[in-house]
């Protein structure tokens, strides 16, 4: 439901066209329009929702909004908002100009004007605007500021507000974000970072070769407090841009299950080592499905795309259950990341203002000689369905899209905070660490799990993994860096049908109602594991950041008369729930 945060531009388009009190164009677009802004605060959105349809376009109100207005949307928005909350609070199920004249700010007073809310709009003078209209919009905005509380980041005082900004999208990601606002303002990316103020560490605002890969995680205070204010985005608007806010859905994202030790730091700087040796995050890459891309059909959608998700950078997040689609990782045209040129790239041709947010940003590998090759520009929705992987049993198909539709409802952020394992109630976010860890063992060990596959045809995409893994195992047993071994076997898939199918495996074997019933399928990959290698195989079976219901089902052996459960219950000092009770 997002839409332009464009008030300069809609107060353009507004005072251009004024609003008759009888017109609708305009006022219909206004009651389209205050949703919008209402986003983030739930209650007024829903009592706006609710409003009977035409009680701002018809009689009066028109005139009256107009006149409080003078067509200015953004303080339309307020206004609308002011008035939802005062008929929340008041019991009225109508807004009207005398309930809405509670509401005290006028356009035209610097002195009663509401306190401490970050305006997303300028303050406007009541004389007509013309078509120099964003121009003195800017300059009121800075020039006013006594007006307005404006909180102005300190140190960053030659920073401006940018002239347009954008709402985010739904889980859209923040290089999403930087594309579509930098498509917009028809600047590219690069520029834009450096005129939103970031990073803070660089004093020379005039040249930034890359856009760090940590953006997409995390961003320091003082860059949160620069976007803040030269996007007019909210707190949590910029906190919902960044990975790091999946963290209490996610295990490889929260600092709490990333160590042996939790690491007590600053949150900031856990936040930001987030980034490192962090492989079942996709930092330096992100996949899509071509068809959310395309967008929902709304205006801004169709003008910019579609959202680049966060979700997609989890590899957990394989396919699009929506579009029935597995996700993608490379352009269908040159067959490179479509998004990254290197590790350390957030978004590849930064400085490049012509590409669309859907394009493909890669510089293909040609044999020209020319210094700046073109971008190869392919538009990602159009990827055909027919060069994605073919899964031919339709069991393999819905056994994969029926895990990715729980996996998303456990990464949603009203999905439920707790889930099973091993028949004991876990963290959700932990829960992914539970399944990494077991994906490990999988890869390891294979073919010992393969029985446990959904079908033959999800065992024979593991085959093939498998195969390459014990290779690149073997292969790096030569090499002097040893510890880089058991990556082999720990690291995500890149294929996302493969992802899916060991997932499944991983998912089966947690979902056993108790510990020992997960023990009779689990440990068999521990002995294999500890036979084939027996010091590489001991951080497998310990992984980072599981649970102690897994732990113990893959290290511990009961002995005398203490079970599993005893065990478990002893380690999480009588804290650990178990899932089911049908099984003591
Ligand atoms: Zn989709
Ligand atoms: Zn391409």
Same mark, same amino acid.
């Given at each position: 439901m997002s839409q332009i945060r464009d008030d300069f531009h809609q107060a353009d388009k507004a005072v @251009?066209?004024?609003?008759?009190? *009888? @017109?609708? %164009?305009? !006022? !219909? $677009? !206004?009651? %389209? #329009?205050?949703?919008l802004d209402l986003g983030g605060a739930g209650e007024v959105r829903d009592f706006a929702f609710g409003l009977r349809p035409g009680m701002l376009t018809e009689g009066e109100m028109p005139e009256y909004l107009f006149r409080r207005t003078r067509g200015i949307v953004g303080l339309l928005k307020r206004l609308i908002e002011d008035g939802c909350t005062e008929a929340m609070e008041s019991g009225a199920e109508e807004l009207t100009p005398e309930l809405l004249s509670r509401s005290s700010w006028e356009t035209t007073t610097t002195a009663t004007q509401r306190p401490a809310r970050f305006p997303k709009f300028p303050t406007m003078s009541p004389s007509p605007l013309g078509r120099h209209a964003r121009k003195a919009a800017t300059a009121s905005s800075t020039t006013t500021a006594g007006a307005w509380p404006v909180v102005e980041p300190s140190g960053l005082s030659d920073l401006r507000p940018l002239p347009r900004s954008l709402d985010p999208l739904e889980d859209e990601s923040l290089p999403g974000y930087l594309l579509r606002l930098s498509y917009r303002l028809n600047i590219g990316p690069g520029p834009l970072v450096l005129r939103a103020g970031l990073p803070n560490s660089r004093r020379d605002r005039t040249t930034l070769i890359r856009i760090p890969v940590s953006f997409a995680v995390s961003l320091d205070e003082p860059d949160i407090i620069a976007l803040c204010y030269s996007t007019r985005l909210s707190r949590r608007e910029v906190d919902g841009l960044l990975l790091a806010s999946l963290g209490s859905r996610y295990g490889a994202l929260n600092p709490a299950y990333r160590g042996r030790q939790p690491h007590r730091g600053r949150d900031s700087f856990s936040a930001k080592r987030l980034q490192y040796n962090n492989p079942w995050v996709l930092t330096t890459r992100t996949q899509y499905c071509p068809d959310c891309l395309a967008g929902d059909g709304s205006e801004i959608q169709r003008s910019l795309g579609g959202a680049w998700r966060r979700l997609w950078r989890l590899p957990p997040v394989f396919c699009c259950p929506r579009h029935e689609r597995f996700l993608r990782r490379y352009c269908h045209h040159c067959g490179e990341l479509v998004q990254n040129r290197h590790s350390n790239d957030l978004i590849a041709r930064p400085r490049d203002s012509e590409l669309h947010p859907l394009q493909c940003r890669a510089t293909p590998r040609q044999g020209e000689l020319r210094a700046a090759r073109p971008a190869c520009g392919a538009d990602l929705t159009q990827a055909p369905k027919d060069t994605e992987? +073919? #899964?031919?049993?339709?069991?393999?198909?819905? @056994? #994969?899209?029926? #895990? $990715?539709?729980?996996?998303?409802?456990?990464l949603s952020p009203d999905g439920p905070k707790q889930v099973s394992s091993v028949g004991w109630i876990i963290p959700t976010a932990q829960y992914f660490q539970d399944l990494r860890g077991v994906v490990a063992l999988i890869f390891m060990t294979w073919p010992q799990a393969r029985p446990h596959a959904a079908t033959p045809e999800l065992a024979r !995409? +593991? *085959?093939a993994e498998a195969a390459r893994r014990h290779g690149l195992f073997r292969r790096r047993g030569a090499e002097p860096r040893k510890n880089l071994r058991s990556t082999a076997y720990t690291d995500p898939p890149d294929d996302p049908v493969v992802t899916g199918a060991v997932l499944e495996i991983a998912d089966r074997l947690l979902r056993s109602p108790d510990e020992n019933a997960a023990a009779d399928l689990l440990v068999p990959l521990v002995d294999e594991a500890k036979r084939i290698h027996q010091p590489i195989s001991y951080p497998l079976r310990s992984p980072c950041g599981a649970s102690i219901p897994l732990l113990v089902v893959l290290a511990y052996h009961p002995r005398g008369s203490r079970s599993r459960r005893d065990h478990i219950q002893r380690i999480a000092e009588g804290h650990s729930i178990r899932a089911t009770s049908s099984c003591d």
């Open positions: @251009a066209e004024p609003w008759e009190c *009888d @017109a609708s %164009g305009a !006022v !219909v $677009q !206004v009651e %389209g #329009l205050f949703e992987p +073919i #899964l031919r049993n339709p069991r393999s198909r819905n @056994a #994969l899209f029926a #895990l $990715q539709r729980k996996f998303l409802s456990f !995409v +593991i *085959d």
